[in-house]
């Protein structure tokens, strides 16, 4: 037997939460588990404008050929000026330049895998907490993975925990960062808050990974890529890992980036081609339907106009739910409790509800969230945010 030795692990904790969601039959149920968009009849939609983008390539796309190992130039200008703005001069400057990858995890992995051979000895640093692939994927590729507190036991942002352990962190350290919407708290530094982080990076020499996964979903397209572009004006170098999933609502389409910010054009080049080396071995080149929509969509004027008013109304919605949440607690005596709802932004809400709690909700009234509290709130349903705050209510009691 070669395979006798074998153990079993336990699944993916957020995955595995819509396969226990999808077996449940009470009609009531809640799914708050993995983060997707659910617009008001619990669907996770295409955009329209995805749908006129796929359109275009059935009519017009001549090849499946492979694109190359960066994936397709188009894709990888516009995304950049997605994230950096199309005002950035780092493109021109031929300072900055776009992977495409599988999704934003791919983008992560290939970053993980970068890190280790191109900057060998450098640790990483996570918030605590972070998404948890965070940690398998840094840990995975042999990387010292450290973490600087964030939200605490109290569901507060640290500031001053975060920014005391960062500047213990050694010299040439690398250290993660969410640009907006934490994954899963919901908790996003103020403009105060990313310059004091920007300070100790700049002192301790560090070397910001900037995870982008949910532009669009906090302020706005432009206000949510505030930090990456502060960074990478006031940094040398920088890496920021961006994902089509959310907001683009491409998820299965793997469609992602991992954008470098070089000090100089020449070097730029060099750490392009280990990135391509990196990425043959990992994925050999890049799927890529997902960003080929991406790329038609961002490169025409009109798709790009409806595909923004359609970001824009998914943010709407999620602001609207955990607003509607805060005043539907209210009757249960609730509202103050849970009022971070409220003030906390994208898909993503650490309610402060115990593993124990959780664990009550999904049994006696059938809502999913993570373990550790997590909701996503975008999987909350306006028409029945009453019933949700009463399950709620039950197992605070
Ligand atoms: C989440 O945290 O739920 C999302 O990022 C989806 C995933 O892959 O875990």
Redesign the pocket.
């Known amino acids: 037997m070669h395979f006798g030795a074998i153990g079993r692990v336990p699944g ?1 904790p ?2 595995g939460l819509m396969e226990a969601y999808a077996k449940d039959s009470n009609p009531n149920k809640f799914d708050l ?4 968009f659910k617009d008001a009849q619990g669907l996770t939609p295409i955009p329209a404008a995805v749908k006129q983008a796929e359109q275009r390539l059935l009519e017009q796309q001549a090849s499946k050929s492979y694109v190359g190992g960066h994936g397709d130039a188009a894709f990888g200008r516009l995304i950049g000026e997605l994230v950096l703005g199309s005002d950035s001069s780092l493109f021109s400057n031929q300072r900055a330049g776009a992977t495409q990858t599988p ?3 791919g983008a992560l992995r290939l970053a993980a895998e970068f890190i280790e051979h191109c900057l060998p000895g450098r640790g990483i640093w996570l918030s605590d907490p972070t ?3 965070h940690e398998t994927i840094f840990a995975g590729a042999g990387l010292k993975v450290s973490h600087y507190p964030y939200v605490g036991a109290d569901n507060r942002l640290n500031v001053a925990g975060m920014l005391a352990a960062l500047e213990a962190a050694p010299t040439g350290d690398v250290v993660l960062l969410h640009a907006c919407c934490h ?2 708290t919901g908790f996003d530094l103020s403009q105060d808050d990313w310059r004091a982080v920007l300070d100790v990076v700049r002192r301790r020499e560090l070397l910001p990974l900037i995870d982008f ?1 949910y532009q669009g979903f906090g302020d706005g397209l432009e206000e949510d890529a505030w930090a990456v572009r502060l960074f990478a004006a006031e940094l040398p170098e920088l890496l920021i890992t961006s994902s089509c ?2 907001n683009f609502g491409l ?1 299965r389409d793997r469609t992602g980036a991992l954008l470098v910010c070089s000090h100089d054009a020449e070097k730029l080049v060099d750490v392009r081609s280990q990135l391509a080396l990196l990425a043959r071995n990992l994925w050999s080149t890049p799927p890529d339907h997902g960003a080929a929509v991406v790329a038609q969509i961002l490169g025409d004027a009109d798709l790009k106009r409806l595909w923004v008013e359609e970001v824009e109304a998914m943010r709407q919605r999620i602001a609207e739910l955990r607003v509607g949440l805060v005043e539907a607690l209210a009757p249960h005596g609730l509202s103050e409790r849970f009022a971070h709802i409220a003030e906390q932004r994208g ?2 809400s650490y309610t402060g509800l115990s593993p124990e709690q959780v664990k009550q909700l999904r049994e006696r009234h059938s809502v999913y969230m ?1 373990g550790t509290g ?1 909701a ?1 709130i975008a999987g909350a349903d306006a028409a029945r945010l009453e019933a949700l705050a009463a399950a709620i209510a039950d197992v605070c009691r």
């Open positions: 993916d957020i995955l588990g993995v983060g997707v999704g934003g995890t998404w948890p692939i994954n899963p996964a999933s959310k998820y898909m993503f993570v997590r996503n």
